[in-house]
């Protein structure tokens, strides 16, 4: 069914020094800094939202690996999946930045279509086609542009969303939609077919990168189905549906790539500033990695397996640095896209749909890096908050935590991404190295809330 919409709306390895520790999951509240005069590793460089031309990308000439790189040689650059569109002067280019470290978790598998219950169509159709079928009319693009008041402006962006109800809700990333936030920009969502609405914010969480939306006098829309991203395999089949380069219902297919990559966004702040220098929150995310095509305008989109079902946000892409010679830069999709997974959003979803204070877990620690010449490469707790999760279960500044459940943690993003795909009250089981000596912990997750706002 088409919904009925309120108005349209106009068109090798050197040694090296541990990281700067920094807050895990918003437990404390200083800066990130190292301790000391100790030497520390250069300092990214973030790229900012483009007005025009070619996405920005990194400083670094080296391409791309599939190994984890050394932490002191960011050779590569993440950056939202969102297109920011110059509105008056024709250019598009890549949104704000991402960074992301190598994690190789996940277990191989083999993949498993099942179309049973979907309807494929002609002979000549494939799952994928099937898949396609199914979910998009569940898809949209989601356009941001300025108001008719508001001159101050001439860019907006272009994402996508999910339809979550059939009355309009809609979910799609924050960093799509947070320019809207402070005023001054009308949300405009595109339905498959053609037909156009207008949209408010619901509620949005900048730590999880998610928000949900309303379209203004829709109905008997197609919601789509949510799925368990728990259950998902390195090596399976997956399809991604969006808009990239503003192209609406775009289809691409791929596999699991890896499970488990942390990526940090680094895009948002509570005003809605799409500006990298404003952010409010710093925690990774436990991504899905795909390569399906997934290039900027692909944001919010889902990453569905083969029986229709959504198993996660598009969210992020990679790209290679810029070529000093000749000035030029690799942009679009080169098979490293990453996904918030759906069962790690659902709570969030559901807390903005019922306008709730969006809840994280936190272990109330600060972390680093641990050093590369240790035994183990694992996060080190640089300093344990009394009477917090990790400080209750008997964990001490200097521990190196190596291991959350049966996951491998190699680094202080791992831990933190971790952490976040845990909701607040589980208890999970901590591997951590002190004085040379393995030892576990059973750790209670604590609880922090974050203004979505």
Do not use: C
Request: aromatic share 2%; proline share 7%.
């Amino acid at each position: 069914p088409q919904p009925y919409p309120a108005q349209a709306a106009a068109e090798p390895t050197p040694p090296q020094q541990p990281e700067p520790q920094r807050p895990l999951s918003g437990d404390l509240v200083t800066s990130s800094g190292g301790s000391g005069g100790d030497a520390q590793p250069p300092a990214p460089t973030w790229a900012s939202p483009a007005a025009g031309g070619l996405p920005p990308y990194g400083e670094s000439t080296t391409p791309l690996v599939f190994e984890p790189a050394p932490r002191n040689a960011k050779n590569r650059t993440l950056v939202t999946a969102a297109l920011v569109a110059a509105l008056v002067g024709g250019g598009v280019g890549a949104g704000v930045s991402y960074a992301t470290r190598d994690n190789g978790s996940g277990n191989a598998a083999t993949s498993t279509v099942d179309t049973s219950g979907l309807d494929t169509g002609s002979a000549n159709a494939t799952a994928v086609t099937a898949v396609a079928k199914k979910v998009l009319p569940s898809v949209v693009t989601i356009t941001v542009a300025p108001s008719a008041s508001n001159s101050s402006s001439t860019s907006g962006d272009i994402g996508t969303g999910i339809i979550l109800t059939s009355t309009g809700e809609i979910l799609t990333n924050n960093h799509v939609i947070s320019t809207a936030a402070a005023g001054g920009y009308t949300i405009t969502v595109t339905f498959d077919g053609g037909v156009n609405a207008q949209a408010t914010i619901v509620d949005r969480d900048p730590t999880s990168d998610l928000a949900v939306i309303q379209a203004q006098n829709v109905k008997d829309l197609t919601p789509a189905t949510l799925g368990d991203s728990t259950s998902v395999q390195v090596g399976q089949e997956v399809v991604a549906i969006g808009a990239p380069l503003g192209m609406s219902n775009t289809v691409t297919s791929g596999i699991v790539s890896a499970l488990n990559r942390p990526v940090i966004p680094e895009s948002d702040d509570s005003s809605g500033s799409s500006s990298t220098t404003a952010s409010t929150s710093v925690t990774a995310l436990d991504a899905i990695q795909t390569d399906a095509a997934i290039n900027p305008g692909n944001s919010g989109g889902p990453l569905i397996n083969m029986s229709g079902e959504v198993i996660g946000i598009d969210s992020a892409i990679a790209s290679t640095g810029s070529n000093d010679l000749s000035g030029s830069s690799e942009s679009g999709s080169i098979g490293l896209g990453f996904a918030i997974p759906i069962s790690q959003a659902k709570p969030v979803i559901s807390e903005l749909q019922a306008k709730q204070t969006p809840t994280h877990a936190v272990l109330g620690v600060s972390v680093q890096d641990a050093s590369t010449t240790a035994t183990h490469t694992g996060a080190m707790l640089a300093q344990v908050t009394s009477g917090g999760a990790a400080g209750s279960a008997g964990l001490k500044n200097g521990d190196e935590v190596i291991k959350i459940d049966d996951q491998e943690i190699d680094g202080s993003d791992a831990l933190e991404a971790a952490v976040h795909s845990y909701r607040p009250g589980t208890t999970v089981q901590i591997q951590y190295i002190r004085n040379g000596q393995t030892a576990t912990a059973n750790v209670t997750l604590g609880s922090a809330v974050d203004s979505s706002s």
